[in-house]
């Protein structure tokens, strides 16, 4: 084979090369043309933001029978940037007995095992009108878990106290202090010692205060949007996101993905504790089939 044959070789393959790149440019061209620019973008930008950061916010009221909170389990150590607030809730509080049952007592510390995961144990306060010395011996028995048991990961890091008030009352907020201070000052709580509400609403903003965290909507999905839930929080006022919780359930089985994840993006801007659900039904007692894809939204 001659040298003559090798140029017009090399001749051929530029010559093809070049009618490569001008037919990318024309089609890079045609794009811009057609297309318009927030496509562009979005065809740049796989994942646009999803807005802070925010922790996943867990009222786990299922029966930890083997393998029931492995759905739990999976995305916490699946996603170990991602922070989880777990609600434990053994019998209405911590139960009758100084310990919980052997199944608790078993998966409670897998829980807690992780650097990720802030437990806390649930504690009812009916509205502040509950007897607050019961109330006081709940935190207490939740506060020696790991003493009695010998097991320093059977422990709760702080209280989640259900049915806080929403309306003011001087009387509750008075109660709610002293709860608050009973929960600081408790060893065995630590080292967060925190402190949740959970009045189901947007409560007083005098009570907030009292609180870390406090759940402000809880509530369906077509509630959270007939409301408007990006601009649902912002007439809190001497609030800011850190002290929010959102908790939107019966969200549709249609909505996923694009939408789920606007979703997920609307929530994080207002609230810097979140759980959402597709189940409608005893939606605290099971995970939902887009569970594991409400977390990696979580992550991103």
């Given at each position: ?171 509750d907020l008075v109660y709610l202090e002293e709860l608050t201070s009973i929960v600081r000052r408790t ?73 789920l994840r606007g979703l997920v993006r609307q929530a994080r801007r207002i609230a810097d504790e979140i759980?959402i659900t597709h189940l409608s039904t005893d939606y605290y007692a099971s995970f939902s089939g887009k ?10």
């Amino acid at each position: 084979m001659g040298p003559g044959k090798h140029v017009s070789d090399r001749r051929c393959l530029r010559s093809q090369r070049s009618r490569v790149a001008v037919a990318v440019l024309v089609f890079v061209a045609t794009l811009a043309i057609i297309l318009p620019p927030a496509i562009l973008v979005s065809l740049r930008k796989d994942n646009y933001s999803m807005g802070p950061k925010a922790k996943v916010f867990v009222p786990l009221y299922v029966y930890p029978t083997p393998g029931a909170w492995d759905p739990l389990l999976n995305v916490i150590s699946a996603h170990p940037d991602v922070n989880f607030t777990v609600v434990v809730n053994p019998g209405s509080g911590p139960g009758p007995s100084p310990l919980p049952d052997g199944n608790y007592t078993k998966e409670v510390p897998k829980l807690a095992a992780h650097d990720n995961v802030r437990l806390l144990g649930y504690v009812a306060t009916t509205y502040a009108k509950r007897n607050i010395s019961l109330v006081r011996k709940e935190i207490e028995t939740y506060a020696a878990w790991s003493t009695i048991s010998g097991d320093p990961n059977l422990a709760v890091r702080g209280i989640f106290f259900d049915e806080t008030p929403q309306q003011y009352d001087a009387g509750d907020l008075v109660y709610l202090e002293e709860l608050t201070s009973i929960v600081r000052r408790t060893p065995g709580l630590g080292p967060d010692n925190f402190v949740f509400h959970n009045p189901g609403a947007i409560p007083d903003s005098r009570y907030l205060s009292t609180a870390d965290s406090t759940v402000v909507f809880e509530a369906t999905y077509d509630t959270f949007q007939e409301r408007d839930g990006a601009k649902l929080f912002e007439g809190i006022p001497d609030s800011d996101r850190s002290q929010l919780c959102a908790v939107i359930h019966s969200v549709p089985e249609s909505v996923g993905g694009s939408e789920l994840r606007g979703l997920v993006r609307q929530a994080r801007r207002i609230a810097d504790e979140i759980f959402i659900t597709h189940l409608s039904t005893d939606y605290y007692a099971s995970f939902s089939g887009k569970w594991k894809e409400f977390v990696r939204m979580m992550a991103q």
